[in-house]
């Protein structure tokens, strides 16, 4: 399984962006996959997950009402729609997926997920 982000770059506050993710599998339909974050000075950190039809997302306290989870209708590419960004969304952006269905205990964990991306830049400034 391999996980391609893209979508990454710089932007002024206020500005948006939207990431993109694409799972090269051909079980992708049993994937559950997730937006974390990082920075150098700080732990991996939960954005948003969904399940896999979409019906029910999760999002951090900090993104809620400006990032929108969704997940394509082929179901191979997820993608993060980012509004209002600010310079504290400066980070970089991964994808993780895994078989097990995150719930509002665990999504945010990275140890619930088995698979990860490379990474997508994103400064905002």
């Known amino acids: 399984v391999q996980l391609v982000e893209s979508g990454g770059g710089s932007v002024q506050a206020g500005g948006s962006l939207r990431l993109s993710c694409t799972i090269s599998?051909?079980?992708?339909?049993?994937?559950?996959m997730t937006w974390f974050r990082q920075t150098p000075e700080k732990e991996r950190e939960g954005v948003a997950a969904?399940?896999?039809?979409?019906?029910?997302?999760y999002y951090a306290d900090s993104v809620k009402g400006r990032f929108t989870i969704s997940r394509g209708d082929t179901g191979n590419t997820l993608y993060l729609q980012m509004n209002s960004l600010k310079p504290e969304d400066t980070s970089m952006y991964y994808c993780?997926?895994?078989?097990?269905?995150?719930?509002?205990?665990?999504?945010?964990?990275?140890?619930?997920?088995?698979?990860w991306g490379q990474g997508t830049q994103v400064t905002v400034s």
């Open positions: 599998s051909f079980t992708y339909r049993n994937y559950y």
């Open positions: 969904t399940t896999i039809g979409g019906g029910r997302s």
């Open positions: 993780a997926a895994g078989p097990n269905p995150p719930s509002s205990d665990d999504w945010y964990i990275p140890q619930h997920y088995d698979y």
